[in-house]
T-cell receptor, first 110, second 118 residues
Framework: SQQGEEDPQALSIQEGENATMNCSYKTSINNLQWYRQNSGRGLVHLILIRSNEREKHSGRLRVTLDTSKKSSSLLITASRAADTASYFCATDKGTYKYIFGTGTRLKVLA | GAVVSQHPSRVICKSGTSVKIECRSL??????MFWYRQFPKKSLMLMAT?????????EQGVEKDKFLINHASLTLSTLTVTSAHPEDSSFYIC??????????????FGQGTRLTVV
């Protein structure tokens, strides 16, 4: 399989807590993107991180990238009920053919 | 930022009919676009690469006669699901590359089209 792997597959937390999702991939990459997908809806782009970057922030989101371990993490701080969604990582090794991870289903309880 | 628009966002059609989905790059030219499919509660899988002015290239296992791709201009690719059946019900999403940005760029994704075949 060429799919990336994300863990956990499902995560349930209380509002206000932090949520961490991990993504591992198999080949060297050019960039990695994180997306959110609400149930039955389209993809929402969150953050892009390039292979020469180690960390990026956007609001309550923090993404790290460890190319030596072929892994990335997405941290959502101070989670809200509206953060409930599935989160996917997608990697590009320079061909623009993105390989999506299996996704993490996050549930934030109010 | 670069915007990729898909239309329609949702479509319901009867079995046996064909459905066309459009993918447009709104503020850049895209010689290459990609089509993905997401099965229920699964991840997205690449279906095909759409090349402006030439034939699309399909991933293994994707029926090219079933999923017709036309990339007739630098800003538009279309995916036509022919003779649709309920098993074609899925979420279809496209991505596009800005042809003018050289090698160090990324693909921009549309928001997707939810197809339901009844």
């Amino acid at each position: 399989s060429q799919q990336g792997e994300e863990d956990p597959q499902a995560l349930s937390i209380q509002e206000g807590e932090n949520a961490t999702m991990n993504c591992s991939y198999k080949t060297s990459i050019n960039n990695l993107q994180w997306y959110r997908q609400n149930s039955g809806r389209g993809l929402v782009h969150l953050i892009l991180i390039r292979s020469n970057e180690r960390e990026k922030h956007s609001g309550r989101l923090r993404v790290t990238l460890d190319t030596s371990k072929k892994s990335s993490s997405l941290l959502i701080t101070a989670s809200r009920a509206a953060d409930t969604a599935s989160y996917f990582c997608a990697t590009d090794k320079g061909t623009y053919k993105y390989i999506f991870g299996t996704g993490t289903r996050l549930k934030v309880l109010a | 930022g670069a915007v990729v628009s898909q239309h329609p966002s949702r479509v319901i059609c009867k079995s046996g009919t064909s459905v066309k989905i459009e993918c447009r790059s709104l503020d850049f030219q895209a010689t290459t676009m990609f089509w993905y499919r997401q099965f229920p509660k699964k991840s997205l899988m690449l279906m095909a690469t759409s090349n402006e002015g030439s034939k699309a290239t399909y991933e293994q296992g994707v029926e090219k006669d079933k999923f017709l791709i036309n990339h007739a201009s630098l800003t538009l690719s279309t995916l036509t699901v022919t003779s649709a059946h309920p098993e074609d019900s899925s979420f279809y999403i496209c991505s596009a590359i800005n042809s003018e940005r050289g090698l160090n760029t990324e693909a921009f994704f549309g928001q997707g089209t939810r197809l339901t075949v009844v």
